[in-house]
C-alpha cells in the first residue's frame, strides 16, 4: 500500500516563506509538507494501482488548462478544524473544475469535507498560534501561473515527494 496526494505547488520564492513560516511558528507537519492546493488529500492505494493512477491524471491535465492563482489574505476552517490558510481570491474555480477532474475514476474519493482550495500555513497549533499566524499572515499576497500539479508519495520520516508531474 502507498499513500498519494494529488496537489498544484506553490512556486517559489512564495513556497519556501510559507514553509519556513509553518516551522517558525511550531507546526509539527512544516518540514514534510510542500507548500501546496489540495486536489486530493492524502489516499491509500496498492502500489500496483500507481500506472492506471498516472494515466488517469494525464487525462484529467487534459481537461483543464493554464490558470492564474492569486494568493491572499487568511482564512480558518475553526472550529470545525484547527487550520489557518492563505485564501484563494483568484483561480477556485479553475481548482474546482481541476479537482473534479482528478477526483473521478479510480480517484472517486468522498472527501471529509467539502472541496475549499487553499494553503495551509498553521495546522496541530494551539489557539493562541492559531490566532498568531492568521494574523500574521493576513497581508500576505502573490500571484502565480498554474501550469502543471503533482501526484506526491508519502514516504515516512521524509515526508511528501513528488512522484510524477502533469501538465495542464
Known amino acids: 500500500m502507498l499513500t498519494i ?3 498544484i505547488a506553490v512556486p517559489e520564492p512564495w513556497a519556501a516563506q510559507l514553509e519556513e513560516y509553518r516551522r517558525a511558528i511550531g507546526d509539527p507537519t512544516a518540514s514534510g509538507v510542500p507548500s501546496h ?4 488529500p492524502p489516499t491509500v492505494l496498492p502500489i500496483r494501482d ?5 494515466q488517469h491524471l ?10 492564474r492563482v492569486h494568493l491572499r489574505g487568511t482564512g480558518t476552517f475553526r472550529p470545525v478544524s484547527p487550520v489557518v490558510f492563505v485564501g484563494l481570491a483568484e483561480g477556485i474555480s479553475r481548482c474546482e473544475q481541476l479537482a473534479d477532474a482528478v477526483r473521478s475514476g479510480p480517484l472517486a474519493v468522498e472527501l471529509d469535507f467539502p472541496y475549499h482550495p487553499h494553503v495551509t500555513v498553521a495546522h496541530h497549533l494551539g489557539d493562541a ?8 499572515l493576513s497581508g500576505f499576497d502573490c500571484a502565480f501561473e ?9 514516504e515516512g ?7 510524477s508531474t502533469f501538465a495542464l
Open 5 to 7: 496526494g494529488v496537489a
Open 37 to 40: 492546493i489540495t486536489l486530493i
Open 50 to 54: 500507481l500506472d492506471v493512477l498516472e
Open 58 to 67: 494525464k487525462g484529467a491535465a487534459a481537461e483543464v488548462g493554464p490558470f
Open 129 to 136: 498560534e492559531l490566532d498568531r499566524a492568521f494574523e500574521e
Open 146 to 154: 498554474v501550469k502543471d500539479f503533482h501526484l506526491y508519495v508519502h
Open 157 to 163: 520520516e521524509a515526508g511528501w515527494k513528488v512522484r
